[in-house]
């Protein structure tokens, strides 16, 4: 048993580290036929403008689309967040093609390029309660997205405070402004799940916290279909 990661474009390898660490080997996912091969999938942050060329230069959406439709676990995180919802907004995000299945708005670059890329204390109460330790999570932010509209199966993960002149969008600054007069704008989606799909738009790989894998992992556990009991139940086989 193995859990696929898409290993098209950016933080790839640092997932399979960190699904190392919890004793499950990670597959690298660059053909459609191999997803045949994984009954769940990673898709990692990177640049996704750049992901889904190379996604499309494999013939790899329709396979991705399928995946996701037969509701196989899958998370994406940041770049793969992108991936995974129905409508992307913001700006550079013109014509890209996504795979979709996630029922939210997300918000490219959010947050500002490269240089505004931050880290930031996260509350994460439902997997804080699942899966123990201190009770918030580092949350890196690089060049990242927000969730800005979900659709009603989706169930909110983690959430963000934005002060309205820090976002990248001059028209999303400005609709916030006028919905708060003292400079703190609305606060917008930073981790959702939606049946077997979970989407983070920071990068849980790049923290040695490996409770979102562990999380995902349960996720893929309780699909149930390819998962042998040592990943399942650790120490039980
Ligand atoms: N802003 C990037 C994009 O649109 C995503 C950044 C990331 O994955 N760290 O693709």
Known sequence: ???G???LQGSFNEHIAALRRLGVKGVEIRKPEQLQSVT???IPGGESTTMAK???YHNLFPALREFVKMGKPVWGTCAGLIFLANKATGQKTGGQELVGGLDCLVHRNFFGSQIQSFEAELQVPAIAAKEGGPPTFRGVFI???AILEVGPEVEVLADFPVQSNKVADP???LESQEE???GTARKVIVAVKQG???ATAFHPELTADTRWHSYFLKMVCEVGEGTSSSMCAPGEE
């Open 171 to 173: 028209n999303y600054a």
């Open 196 to 198: 077997n799909l979970l």
């Open 143 to 145: 060049r990242a997205p």
């Open 5 to 7: 990661v898409l290993a």
């Open 54 to 56: 190379l996604a499309e």
């Open 180 to 182: 708060d007069n003292t």
């Open 40 to 42: 769940s999938l990673i």
């Open 1 to 3: 048993m193995a859990v």
